[in-house]
């Protein structure tokens, strides 16, 4: 009787990313960094004022985002989505940018230099923590740790609505605050008081076409920029094409 020969079928190969201690505590410290200062600046003023702030909106979306990117890198899960990740890049450099060029900038039509001089203790920390280590550290995040080539041009039109959301948010409460509230208008650029509605718009437009040309910045850089390195030294698959 002849016998079937068998044919020995191999064991399923584990594709699981590994776990990636490096790139989990470099996430865990900005999204500490951004806890941190939220903290701060809550513990030092009222909380609902400082929720009206686009740079706190922007460092909880770093908070969450780097601090979920930690956790999956530590426990081997996949990535979390390049839209996310992109996004919240977009955003923390927006507030970075514009903190640097224009509101701490003598030359700046809006610039609050004078104001933010005075800060001391730790509201200067909180400070240098929103503006400056996080914008820096969510940069080299997507530099170093990131596999290349999982944005796309359409993303940075999407990532454009979080902006538009906050621009419609200001108005709205700032027409609902009484006129001689000091934080009415949580930007300079944003006073109707001082500019009318109609200068209000024209400076949104402006900010709102810097931040999507931004955005096609970082996707062009994500489309063009080398990996991390070596595919067998990666920090994680560059099919996962996200944050790792």
Known sequence: MLTPRTTAVPAPCDMSPGRRPWAAAFRGLIALSAVTGLVIECAYGNVLVVLSFFTVWSNILVAVVLGLGAARAWTRRPPLPALWTGGTLLCISVVGLVFHLVLDNEASEFNQAAEIARLSGGRAVANQLLHTVTPIGTALDFLLLTAPGG??????????????????????RGALLSPDAPTRYTYPFLDVAVHGYGGVLVNAVVLGAAFYALGLVIVGLDRIRPA???????????????LK
């Open 151 to 172: 944005l796309r041009w359409r993303h940075a039109a999407q990532w454009t609505a979080l902006p538009g959301l906050y621009f419609a948010f200001a108005l709205v």
């Open 228 to 242: 991390p390195g070596p595919a067998e030294y990666r920090i994680s698959s560059e099919r996962a094409r996200g």
